[in-house]
């Protein structure tokens, strides 16, 4: 199972790659700015045997929380995901062992300035600090330039796959002609077989790029840990990953599942315990919900997801997708291949229908509202009216 042909890749007191352990990670879904919260999750997800545990940054204020958390859990091996403010690498790297940026979010700020220039800030601060990065690249937000440039590439199960791929290899060129070794990358979406094809195929051209595995948004126990299941037995039988994390739509108290689910699927690979995949997988209602992160906008979110479960359940034979997001930043573009796609802010939910947006809906009637549109797709489905 371990990946010798991957370099390997050393972030705090862990090193990724080159053979090593496969190191299981997980993240904070607290605010950062509720330092105690934050604190807590960290220590937890640490002490269920997390090797890195990553925070959330997108504001000085965000910093300053980060600063007070590593110094309360230094044991934690902490790492940062920066999200649309990538400037910000210059305060969180004295402090942290890694950083992950997404090549999708380099387009907010300072539009007059290339891909390549900010890329070249991140790595040379990165660089001068001494710490690895990573390069994470998600299907649902990836570079919109690869988005148009290879739209309609993939066969229309795999939509989006040549994409992701070839967003991490243009990174990773970057990367390498800035003489920058130190990184790693992944390739995330909520659909385990884009996560397979988009790995495999990275894997085949880049043997000496470590791997960041992981399914994003795969929902709720026990379908997220089924579907994060089918995509690391595929790639890790294959050697394919040094790193990973299971995405789950979770309880704050409960976090640490993250991290047992993790090993639990790593255990069973190694002693040649696997599940059979169904030929007619993916068939049937599918719940796609993000794992919730700093950004989310509401805690109600958690419950909400778990309340469209419950709702939906009647609409299990259709072939139909809801997908539940935390944040207005991300909601939007993550539901796109939905059917049904909803994603919070503060008071109220925005939901929309394919690509048609219905509104923004108040916490407590946006299932009614949900409900009335899901009998609508499956009456144009099978041409009958459920009641
Ligand atoms: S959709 Fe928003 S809240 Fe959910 S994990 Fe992504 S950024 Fe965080």
Same mark, same amino acid.
């Given at each position: 199972?371990?990946?010798?042909?991957?370099?390997?890749?050393?972030?705090?007191?862990?090193?990724i790659g080159g053979g090593n352990p496969i190191v299981i990670q997980s993240m904070c879904a607290t605010r950062t700015q509720d330092i105690d919260a934050t604190v807590d999750q960290a220590r937890m997800l640490h002490s269920a045997g997390a090797g890195l545990v990553r925070v959330a940054i997108d504001s000085a204020k965000? !910093?300053?929380?980060?600063?007070?958390?590593?110094?309360?859990?230094?044991?934690?091996?902490?790492?940062?995901?920066?999200?649309?403010?990538?400037?910000?690498?210059?305060?969180?790297?004295?402090?942290?062992?890694?950083?992950?940026?997404?090549?999708?979010?380099?387009?907010?700020? $300072?539009?007059?300035?290339?891909?390549?220039?900010?890329?070249?800030?991140?790595?040379?601060?990165?660089?001068?600090?001494?710490?690895?990065?990573?390069?994470?690249?998600?299907? @649902?937000?990836?570079?919109?330039?690869?988005?148009?440039?290879?739209?309609?590439?993939?066969?229309?199960?795999?939509?989006?796959?040549?994409?992701?791929?070839?967003?991490?290899?243009?990174?990773?060129?970057?990367?390498?002609?800035? @003489?920058?070794?130190?990184?790693?990358?992944?390739?995330?979406?909520?659909?385990?077989?884009?996560?397979?094809?988009?790995?495999?195929?990275?894997?085949?051209?880049?043997?000496? !790029?470590?791997?960041?595995?992981?399914?994003?948004?795969? @929902?709720?126990?026990?379908?997220?840990?089924?579907?994060?299941?089918?995509?690391? $037995?595929?790639?890790?039988?294959?050697?394919?990953?040094?790193?990973?994390?299971?995405?789950?739509?979770?309880?704050?108290?409960?976090?640490?599942?993250?991290?047992?689910?993790?090993?639990?699927?790593?255990?069973?690979?190694?002693?040649?315990?696997?599940?059979?995949?169904?030929?007619?997988?993916?068939?049937?209602?599918?719940?796609?919900?993000?794992?919730?992160?700093?950004?989310?906008?509401?805690?109600?979110?958690?419950?909400?997801?778990?309340?469209?479960?419950?709702?939906?359940?009647?609409?299990?034979?259709?072939?139909?997708?809801?997908?539940?997001?935390?944040?207005?930043?991300?909601?939007?573009?993550?539901?796109?291949?939905?059917?049904?796609?909803?994603?919070?802010?503060?008071?109220?939910?925005?939901?929309?229908?394919?690509?048609?947006?219905?509104?923004?809906?108040?916490?407590?009637?946006?299932?009614?509202?949900?409900?009335?549109?899901?009998?609508?797709?499956?009456?144009?489905?099978t041409g009958v009216t459920t009641a």
């Amino acid at each position: 199972m371990k990946r010798a042909s991957s370099r390997p890749i050393r972030a705090g007191n862990v090193t990724i790659g080159g053979g090593n352990p496969i190191v299981i990670q997980s993240m904070c879904a607290t605010r950062t700015q509720d330092i105690d919260a934050t604190v807590d999750q960290a220590r937890m997800l640490h002490s269920a045997g997390a090797g890195l545990v990553r925070v959330a940054i997108d504001s000085a204020k965000d !910093v300053n929380a980060l600063a007070e958390v590593c110094a309360r859990v230094p044991e934690a091996n902490l790492v940062v995901d920066l999200q649309e403010n990538y400037r910000l690498i210059a305060q969180v790297a004295p402090l942290v062992s890694k950083v992950r940026y997404n090549p999708g979010h380099l387009y907010h700020h $300072e539009k007059q300035k290339t891909v390549r220039e900010k890329v070249a800030f991140i790595a040379e601060t990165a660089e001068r600090n001494d710490i690895a990065l990573r390069v994470g690249v998600n299907c @649902g937000s990836v570079d919109p330039e690869m988005d148009a440039k290879f739209a309609g590439a993939d066969e229309p199960a795999l939509d989006g796959v040549t994409a992701m791929v070839e967003s991490a290899l243009q990174h990773c060129q970057i990367l390498d002609d800035l @003489g920058i070794t130190r990184y790693v990358v992944s390739l995330k979406d909520s659909d385990p077989r884009k996560v397979i094809a988009g790995n495999r195929r990275f894997a085949s051209m880049r043997p000496d !790029v470590p791997l960041h595995l992981g399914v994003t948004e795969a @929902g709720m126990l026990p379908d997220g840990a089924i579907k994060t299941r089918i995509a690391f $037995e595929q790639l890790l039988t294959e050697a394919i990953g040094d790193t990973l994390r299971v995405s789950l739509t979770l309880p704050f108290a409960e976090k640490w599942r993250e991290v047992e689910v993790g090993r639990q699927i790593l255990e069973d690979i190694q002693a040649g315990r696997f599940r059979s995949v169904p030929r007619d997988f993916g068939e049937g209602l599918n719940i796609i919900s993000c794992p919730s992160c700093s950004r989310v906008e509401n805690e109600a979110f958690i419950d909400l997801a778990f309340k469209v479960r419950e709702m939906a359940a009647y609409a299990q034979d259709y072939n139909i997708t809801i997908a539940v997001m935390g944040c207005r930043v991300n909601g939007p573009g993550e539901t796109d291949d939905a059917d049904l796609g909803l994603w919070c802010a503060p008071n109220f939910v925005n939901l929309k229908r394919g690509e048609e947006e219905l509104g923004a809906f108040p916490y407590d009637t946006v299932l009614d509202r949900l409900k009335v549109e899901l009998d609508a797709i499956i009456a144009t489905k099978t041409g009958v009216t459920t009641a």
